[in-house]
């Protein structure tokens, strides 16, 4: 969650930059430290998800992950339309972009704790047993 956090602000810190290679190479390392979640969060599901249900749960994640890759170009778009002529609808596209990105992690680093959740659904399934 701090890689997603430090995402969020580098691609919002390439909003305020003038256009150079050093902004392409900000947004870059920007969305780049967000795939980080990727593997991540594969590990961090199968720590805590019962083996029986760890297919299902890793499946939605899986699932939930590429239905962001439909839905955030049209979203993206939409924002840089209605952002006005020139660079303006960009800068606000990236810049809720890096504030969503940014939300995320700090929401991750707040709720994230996998040996709470893992004792939590263990007295789930001693107490069903």
Known sequence: ??????????IMLSVAME????QNVVLCVGFGLGLVTFTTSAVLISEFVPVLQRGAALGIYVATITLSGVICPAVFGWIVQGGGAGAAGYHA????????????????????NPPREAARIAKLILAAG
């Open 1 to 10: 969650s701090a890689s997603v956090v430090v995402a969020g602000l580098f």
């Open 19 to 22: 256009p150079s290679t050093l």
């Open 93 to 112: 596209a990236f810049l809720v972009s890096g504030v969503l990105v940014l939300c995320g992690g700090l929401a991750g680093l707040a709720l994230i």
